[in-house]
């Protein structure tokens, strides 16, 4: 026997749409005040070992919650996460060009946090204005791990992601479809 799913709350619904708004948020605001200048080319060996460690960290979350996906876990709140994870990788990469344009030589027109954002953002979407150009060999290969990373983990959470809502609107379509229980509808006429 079925047990009926009840409704959530305005609260509960509200509460699940506001957190991951909240954790964009939390990211952009962190991006933008956190000490960042203690990374870059007077520090190379903790600039590198960070930027490692945090995108292999950002990986192994990212791939946790697509297995959670694709083994349809109903713990936590992968969508959410997933787009937070994004968020995060477009803040890592952005503080490592932010990081990369305090040498010169390296990112031509990068010298804002903004422009850092703006170029990671350009990058990922693959549109390349050329306004900002990384002309140095290092920079390029931040570049073509950045579009590797797109490619492989961004990928596969977009692609994971979307495979859930999917499988969510197809089920409350079903339902919808699904003719009433005779037992659930009272009585039988007359």
């Not at 992968?78 to 990081?99: C, D, E, G, N």
């Not at 959470?157 to 509808?185: K, N, Y």
Request: glycine share 8%; with cysteine.
């Amino acid at each position: 026997m079925e047990t009926p799913q009840r409704e959530p709350s305005d609260a509960r619904v509200l509460l699940r749409l506001l957190t991951p708004v909240a954790g964009f948020v939390l990211l952009i605001v962190g991006y933008f005040t956190l000490p960042l200048d203690r990374f870059g080319p007077h520090r190379p060996v903790l600039s590198w070992t960070c930027f490692g460690l945090a995108l292999a960290v950002l990986a192994g979350l990212l791939l946790a919650q697509v297995r959670d996906v694709l083994m349809a876990s109903e713990r936590g709140r992968p969508a959410a996460v997933i787009m937070l994870l994004i968020t995060l990788s477009l803040v890592i990469f952005a503080s490592a060009y932010l990081a990369m344009s305090r040498a010169p030589g390296q990112l031509s027109g990068l010298h804002t946090r903004v422009d850092a954002l703006y170029f990671t953002l350009v990058t990922t979407a693959t549109i390349g204005y050329g306004d900002i150009v990384a002309t140095s060999q290092t920079a390029r290969v931040v570049v073509i791990v950045q579009i590797f990373y797109n490619f492989v983990f961004l990928t596969a959470g977009a692609s994971a992601l979307s495979s859930r809502l999917r499988g969510q609107v197809g089920t409350r379509g079903r339902a919808a479809a699904a003719p009433e229980r005779p037992d659930a509808a009272g009585p039988p006429p007359d």
